[in-house]
């Protein structure tokens, strides 16, 4: 039920933030990134030992991760490559690839709240790294340094 209600407030701040002002597909795609990035920076923290663990926070993270992962692609119609964006003009010239390695991304971020909700955390390491090099895939290719 926690998890639902966190899933629940994450949007309804997603949501609100966006109420008052014209849709600004760069600014949502940026905040979808931040959260994506905070948890996944808790997790990898406690993976290299650099923050204890702590197995609720672990899962909590992950859970949001995953939720949140699924929401990128609607920050990238078409038109939206201009502007204050990393983003490269590549990806509305190759959607169909950039959507794949999001789908990938998405996949490898699934399997890591499986294993967090299992609570091995030598598993965990593992798959992170894997999430890690799904994201760093798409940066490579998508997003200027």
Same mark, same amino acid.
């Given at each position: 039920? %926690?998890?639902?209600?966190? #899933?629940? &407030?994450?949007?309804?701040?997603?949501? $609100?933030?966006?109420?008052?002002? =014209?849709?600004? +597909?760069?600014?949502?795609?940026?905040?979808?990134?931040?959260?994506?990035?905070?948890?996944?920076?808790?997790?990898?923290?406690?993976?290299?030992?650099?923050?204890?663990?702590?197995?609720?926070?672990?899962?909590?993270?992950?859970?949001?991760? %995953?939720?949140?992962?699924? #929401?990128? &692609?609607?920050?990238?119609?078409?038109? $939206?490559?201009?502007?204050?964006? =990393?983003?490269? +003009?590549?990806?509305?010239?190759?959607?169909?690839?950039?959507?794949?390695?999001?789908?990938?991304?998405?996949?490898?971020?699934?399997?890591?709240?499986?294993?967090?909700?299992?609570?091995?955390?030598?598993?965990?390491?593992?798959?992170?790294?894997?999430?890690?090099?799904?994201?760093?895939?798409?940066?490579?290719?998508?997003?200027?340094?």
């Amino acid at each position: 039920m %926690r998890k639902f209600q966190v #899933l629940f &407030l994450l949007v309804s701040i997603l949501s $609100s933030s966006f109420a008052f002002s =014209k849709p600004d +597909p760069i600014k949502y795609r940026k905040s979808v990134y931040q959260i994506m990035g905070w948890h996944f920076g808790i997790m990898a923290a406690m993976a290299k030992g650099k923050k204890g663990y702590d197995r609720d926070v672990f899962m909590r993270s992950a859970a949001i991760l %995953r939720f949140v992962s699924n #929401l990128p &692609l609607e920050g990238f119609p078409v038109g $939206s490559e201009k502007g204050n964006t =990393k983003a490269k +003009p590549e990806i509305w010239l190759d959607m169909k690839d950039f959507e794949e390695k999001m789908l990938q991304m998405q996949q490898e971020v699934s399997v890591l709240e499986e294993i967090a909700n299992i609570g091995d955390l030598r598993k965990a390491k593992k798959q992170i790294g894997k999430v890690g090099r799904s994201c760093k895939s798409c940066h490579d290719k998508y997003k200027t340094k």
